[in-house]
């Protein structure tokens, strides 16, 4: 082949797919969500319509001989459809049609494809767009870069999706970087779905597994082999422990085709099969993922054994490895893959059967086959991709339990596979339910690793918990110290961190204290992390000379030194001391050359020195890897500039802005973006220049982002902070004030720099409401509740029409303070002023539902003057149906329920179970009226699942109670054998 031939293509076309919209974003920032799914800066997405559209979406191509990629960037950067094109099959599932359901972690979530998840699961941008590039590369191959620089964490991911010339497999390369100066918690899983066809098997290498019966042998446990898709009635993850290889997949049996995943299983450990079951409870998803493209399971691979793990990646730190993707057919099956090769080996009395399939060509390969050791067959074949080779060798003794190796060399002698099948091995035993909570038994020590398993997961309010009752056992006990100061550094807390972490020197350096002296680089197990978190508390105060001491005694550190040459250049920096910021930071790049963050600013510092083409270097160098770098790109727009490259600089521009403004999401039904979205990329840019003291630049930065059709308050806040910071005061008190009459919808601030930018905001402008509103809401996101509540009041004192400072101060004294009467007058002035608000109306039902008074005839009067744009909202109305049934007014709640169609969330069954007791109350009600007839039919509606309701009947469902008052009313109507027929049925489940 050419080597013109060989160049793999790169385009963008525009790709029209049916869609069933979404619902506006909602505007209540999400502030009492459970801790494992916190989604906040983010606005939930799940209002479902259900209403049917063609839109269009921008597609990213990527294309070889052998494989064609499709991407959508504005879709959470999936890859929707992979094309085989030796058999011009697809490889995944692809689903034909945009249809959401409520499964994200914000709402909308689509099936199909491969979606990549980080730093939690069906993540915050997963229908959302994200940040990608396309690049093509020397040796005739090209890649997409997809990825995001993530709000909730800080951190940033991409993906990498290459084809190379000649090869039929998808290399998959993922970086995740830690930009901020803490601990963060994530994990990555990438999560591909494949068609569930009664002949799909679970291909991997796992010995033992993790599902809902509980830790299995595998893949046979009580006589049943649980890798078939179609032994799952119910839903279940299968995630596979004591997997000793580095491949594992999929093979629809029925259809001779499959997939296989490889990659290094120390760096890659999850392998994991999910299926919503062959029941109804999960063929229903069917009806609310997709119109005709039928069952789906996903096979997904992750950076942790299980979904249960999470871990935290530390300050700058950057992971990445690479996984491959690609297709087989016509094989029967796998038992073993690497990258260049998948292996199936069937045997007989006196036969065995090797069947090869290569993902690249390898000419006159050597295949050998050995049984028990001895020297058995030696073949030479030549492979090529999309063609199985098919090697049949006859023995003349039966095999038995022998062992079989399988020896695939090159004609240059190089390996490219070697396997051995060895007699299988009976696993027997009994399911074992996992411990995901250990319990501690009541030590400092054991309270202290609960803590940490608590922050781990998500739970910081239990982990500052079990931190202090670790301390009231060992009130010195310097980790359990330093742990709960990290937290109250996340929530802005620096004066107890500052106490926590200086009692913790204190602590380990008492043998030193008794001497009267101590040296500033003695070396102490654990010393290095306290004296870090203790310059970060310092740093983020503004007491810089506290904060250089604590970073200085960091540079003979194994693990903290180059963080600390790191904050010493930043602090040197925000002195104006570019020389003495610039050799700081080279220091820090000297020990970790792949700290993204400390490049980029280096390259700033050379920049701001003179040092262009030095800048430049640094910033190419950060682009190879890191091409979605923000402050890289800017960087490289800035450097031009002050070179005088008009031409190279507007290129660099358009790149930035294509980087940081984010198009509208065509699956929504509005035609808006909400500014945290459209703009978010402009706020967290600027802020890292902030940080860092460059305000120069980050007044560019955010004056970029006034000049769009979308208004910020937060940029617009924070530049005039930078204004003022530049002794800009007339233009700082001038964008001060216009911030404080902007929309302050959709605005929610999550950076801790902000603290100070609207506490500057007040000293201009004492009055400033929304500024009170913005500081509240960010210090109640970061668990500073009570300070939060009376900012609050006092901006409802400036403004005292802002329904979301009601709606959050109702919220707060109903989940924080348990003050019902307090919280209900607060949601009914909400309500009053914004009464198109859906989410008002479902909260509000809620807490009268809850409180411990009688409101049953104001939820129903509330609830049935909603608008009719409200009522769209399946929320709103399974929330009437629930006032109207706590009413009496059970037929009035049987309309509503059999007339509208509910969208579930995954695992939810509350509406069904509240359509089943309707219809049980209401033939109670007959039967007890004399009217057994109609007690029939709601008893018979009572057993049913219907698909309006959205919910499948679960395998093994019977509802006894139901079925006997069903008995009793076909006795009372004479029908003895009806329900003679009933009982029996009750009787044999």
Avoid at 112 to 120: C, R
Avoid at 561 to 571: Q, T, V
Avoid at 681 to 688: A, I, P, S
Avoid at 789 to 798: C, D, F, G, T
């Amino acid at each position: 082949m050419s080597g013109e031939a060989a160049q793999v293509s790169v385009r963008e076309e525009a790709l029209d797919l049916t869609t069933y919209l979404v619902g506006p974003e909602d505007k209540n920032p999400p502030i009492e969500r459970d801790p494992r799914w916190w989604v906040y800066p983010y606005a939930m997405q799940d209002f479902i319509l259900g209403v049917k559209a063609v839109r269009r979406y921008k597609a990213v191509i990527l294309e070889n001989e052998y494989l064609k990629l499709v991407v959508l960037p504005e879709l959470g950067g999936r890859l929707y459809q992979v094309i085989d094109k030796t058999t011009g099959e697809e490889f995944f599932y692809c689903n034909h049609v945009i249809k959401p359901a409520r499964i994200g972690l914000r709402g909308a979530w689509l099936s199909g494809g491969v979606e990549f998840n980080f730093p939690n699961g069906h993540t915050v941008t997963t229908v959302s767009p994200v940040l990608y590039k396309v690049e093509k590369h020397p040796d005739g191959s090209a890649s997409i870069i997809i990825g995001d620089h993530e709000y909730v964490s800080r951190m940033s991911w991409s993906v990498t999706l290459t084809l190379r010339p000649g090869k039929a497999y998808i290399e998959e390369r993922v970086r995740l970087f830690n930009h901020t100066p803490l601990p963060q918690r994530y994990w990555f899983w990438s999560n591909s779905a494949v068609h569930a066809t009664p002949g799909l098997r679970f291909v991997t290498p796992a010995r033992r597994a993790l599902t809902s019966l509980g830790i299995i042998p595998y893949p046979f446990y009580k006589r049943r082999d649980y890798s078939w898709y179609r032994v799952w009635e119910h839903a279940s993850d299968t995630f596979s422990l004591e997997a000793d290889e580095d491949f594992f997949g999929w093979y629809l049996h029925d259809l001779d085709r499959g997939g296989v995943h490889v990659a290094c299983r120390y760096e890659v450990e999850g392998k994991k099969l999910f299926t919503w079951g062959t029941a109804d409870s999960g063929m229903i998803w069917v009806d609310h993922l997709t119109d005709f493209d039928g069952q789906y399971c996903e096979i997904q691979s992750g950076r942790f054994l299980t979904q249960f793990e999470y871990e935290f990646m530390e300050p700058h730190f950057l992971e990445e490895w690479v996984e491959y993707w690609y297709p087989i057919h016509g094989t029967g099956g796998f038992v073993y893959a690497n990258r260049d090769v998948a292996l199936n080996l069937e045997t007989s009395d006196c036969e065995v059967k090797v069947t090869l399939y290569p993902t690249g060509s390898f000419r006159n390969a050597v295949l050998k086959v050995e049984v028990d050791g001895v020297d058995g067959w030696e073949r030479r074949i030549d492979l090529e991709p999309g063609r199985p080779s098919v090697e049949v060798f006859h023995v003349a003794e039966e095999l038995g339990s022998k062992t079989i190796r399988i020896h695939l060399t090159s004609e240059d002698d190089v390996e490219i596979l070697s396997y051995v099948k060895r007699p299988e091995e009976k696993r027997e035993g009994e399911a074992v339910k996992p411990k995901h909570t250990p319990e501690p038994t009541g030590t400092a020590e054991e309270l202290y690793f609960k803590g940490v398993y608590m922050a781990k997961k998500g739970f910081e309010d239990e982990a500052l918990k079990f931190f202090s009752k670790a301390l009231e056992k060992d009130p010195g006990f310097s980790q359990a110290k330093v742990d709960r100061a990290v937290i109250l550094i996340k929530r802005g807390l620096f004066d107890m961190a500052v106490k926590d972490l200086r009692e913790a020197v204190e602590r380990i350096l008492t043998a030193e204290r008794e001497r009267g002296f101590a040296s500033k680089l003695n070396r102490y197990p654990g010393l290095d992390r306290v004296y870090y978190y203790l310059g970060v508390a310092y740093r983020l105060m503004g007491r810089l000379e506290e904060a250089r001491e604590c970073f200085w005694r960091l540079i003979v550190s194994r693990g903290y030194a180059s963080l600390g040459f790191y904050f010493l250049g930043e602090i040197a920096l925000l002195e104006g001391r570019l020389e003495e910021a610039l050799r700081m930071l080279q220091r820090a790049l000297r020990l970790d050359p792949v700290d993204v963050k400390a490049k980029t600013l280096t390259a700033a510092v050379l920049r701001r020195l003179g040092k262009v083409e030095e800048a430049i270097k640094l910033i190419r160098e950060v682009l190879e890897d890191e091409p979605l770098s923000l402050m890289a790109n800017f960087e490289l727009m800035l450097a031009y500039e002050t070179q005088g490259l008009s031409d190279k600089a507007e290129e660099a521009r358009r790149t930035v802005e294509a980087l940081l403004y984010r198009p509208r999401n065509p699956m929504f039904v509005d035609e808006s973006t909400p500014p945290y979205y459209s703009l978010g990329h402009y706020l967290e840019l600027g802020v890292q220049y902030e940080e860092a003291g460059l305000y120069e630049e980050a007044v560019r930065v955010f004056s970029m982002g006034l000049d769009k059709p979308v208004r910020y308050p937060l940029i617009t806040y924070h530049l005039a902070y930078c204004l003022d910071r530049l002794g800009k005061t007339e233009e700082a008190a001038r964008m001060f004030e216009e911030a404080s009459t902007m929309s302050i919808e959709y605005v929610f601030p999550y950076h801790l720099e902000s603290v100070k930018v609207f506490k500057r905001a007040l000293e201009f402008n004492p009055g400033d409401g929304n500024a009170m509103y913005l500081l509240g809401l960010l210090l109640y996101a970061k668990g500073r509740r009570d300070e939060a509540v009376e900012w609050w009041k006092r901006s409802l004192e400036a403004n005292p029409n802002n329904p979301l400072a009601h709606r959050n101060l109702g919220l707060a004294y109903w989940r924080h303070r348990r003050d019902y009467t307090t919280a209900l007058s607060h949601y009914r002035e909400a309500l009053r002023l914004d009464p198109h608000n859906s989410r008002l109306y479902v909260e509000f039902d809620q807490l009268c539902e809850e409180a411990p008074l009688d409101l049953v005839e104001e939820r129903v009067k509330v609830l049935e003057s909603a608008p009719e744009d409200v009522m769209k909202d399946d929320y709103v109305a399974e929330r009437l149906a629930r006032a109207y049934t706590a009413a009496g007014r059970l037929l009035d709640a049987y309309r509503v329920l059999t007339s509208r169609k509910f969208y579930p969330w995954e695992g939810a069954t509350a509406t069904r179970k509240l359509y089943r007791d309707v219809c049980v109350k209401l033939g109670s009600k007959a039967l007890e009226s004399g009217n057994p007839e109609e007690a029939v039919k709601f008893f018979k509606a009572a057993l049913e699942f219907p698909r309006n309701i959205g919910v499948g009947r679960p395998p093994g469902y019977v509802d006894r109670e139901a079925l006997e008052l069903l008995a009793k009313a076909y006795e009372t109507l004479g029908d003895l054998e009806s329900a003679r027929r009933v009982r029996e049925s009750v009787a044999e489940s």
